[in-house]
């Protein structure tokens, strides 16, 4: 399968290339900034694009069975767009491309009121709101907006805390529901998730969330 991760250079997006590289796939690796020293591997083709510069991602996006978008902000307190806008931008070039799989990154915490327990609704997401509102406000408009679309098969996969910790190999998932107890996942065992769902057609339209 042709895979093509937006974020490649993340804390996220890096273990996707590496995980999706490992499985045989072809992975084009895109970045807004190429680090001096190459990816070694002959699965791998990078690529310098900024996904809120339309004319970057011309031709980046070509020939690709799945776009994954993991990009972000370097600073989640000013998303300055870089979901909504960055994925616009992304399926409008995916519609010049004809590429129509998108699976995209969200938060817990954007997840509607009923879909919380008592504890997430008045205490832990109004916390994690106040420091990082303009990056869920922002994820939001991502979700609504892939929501409103049919030109694509989307999925947007929710991850709880992300931590640096030892993948587990495993994680848990809840389609268009609420995941109790869903608190940390590895970064690792995101990007596992996120490539299990690139790959299952099951989950087009559907909203994921996955936990530890």
């Known amino acids: 399968m042709n895979i093509i991760i937006l974020g490649a250079h993340g804390r996220t997006g890096h273990h996707m290339v590496d995980q999706a590289a490992r499985a045989d796939h072809s992975v084009t690796a895109v970045m807004r900034r ?21 004319a970057s991602l011309r031709g980046v996006l070509d020939g690709a069975d799945v776009v994954v978008f993991a990009a972000g902000p370097s600073n989640s307190k000013e998303p300055d767009g870089i979901y909504s806008q960055g994925v616009a931008n992304v399926v409008a070039e995916m ?12 938060a817990v915490p954007v997840s509607a009121p009923k879909e919380k327990n008592l504890f997430e609704r008045l205490i832990l997401h109004p916390i994690l709101w106040r420091f990082f509102g303009p990056s869920y406000a922002d994820l939001r408009l ?3 907006s892939l929501r409103g679309t049919s030109d694509i098969d989307w999925t947007v996969v929710r991850p709880p805390l992300l931590t640096d910790d030892a993948p587990t190999g495993t994680y848990r998932s809840s389609t268009d529901s609420r995941l109790p107890g869903a608190r940390k996942i590895s970064r690792q065992d995101l990007a596992t998730a996120m490539l299990d769902a690139a790959l299952d057609d099951s989950l087009i339209g559907h909203v994921v969330t996955v936990s530890a």
């Open 95 to 106: 519609g010049r491309a004809g590429v129509r799989r998108l699976v995209a990154i969200s």
């Open 142 to 144: 991502m979700e609504e």
């Open 34 to 54: 190429v680090p001096e020293q190459a990816i070694a591997s002959p699965h791998v083709t990078v690529e310098q694009a900024d996904v809120l510069d339309p």
